[in-house]
């Protein structure tokens, strides 16, 4: 059987008309996907207070010749290997490296770490995108 429930929502008519102008200009196919995802990000950013463990990506742009940046970013990342999947490092030309991190853990210690390494001097930019196991989200 079906989990699929169906529901009725009150809604201003001038609020539904640019709900639907949004997802139209978003490309959804439907109201009930539109809905679905809005109620899934409030869930996923739940999580990213309350939940014992999230998934997440950190990229970070920086200029190698900088030896001594290099190395902080090094032992950063070693304090915190246990939160750290997977790291990529990209050489975007001469100068400038592009390093990913796939990270999965408590929220708090994600975004400790990607605090860290964007403190550390000469880094040039460095961006946290915070997402979810998935476990909690169908
Ligand atoms: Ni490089």
Redesign the pocket.
């Known amino acids: 059987m079906s989990n699929l429930v169906r529901f009725g929502i009150s809604l201003d008519r001038g609020l539904l008309e640019k709900f639907d102008r949004l997802i139209g200009a978003k490309s959804y196919g439907t109201r009930s996907e539109a809905f679905r995802d809005l109620i899934r990000q409030e869930l996923v950013e739940e999580e990213w207070h309350d939940a014992k463990e999230i998934a997440g990506a950190i990229t970070l742009i920086y200029d ?1 010749h900088k030896r001594e940046l290099v190395n902080k970013l090094l032992d950063i990342q070693h304090d915190f290997g246990a939160i750290i999947i997977s790291a990529q ?4 030309d001469h100068n ?4 990913l991190l796939a990270v999965r853990g408590a929220p708090q210690k994600v975004q400790r770490l990607s605090e860290n390494l964007k403190a550390v001097k000469g880094v040039k930019h460095a961006t946290l995108s915070m997402s979810t196991t998935g476990k909690e989200i169908t």
């Open positions: 190698h490092h990209i050489h975007l400038n490296c592009l390093e």
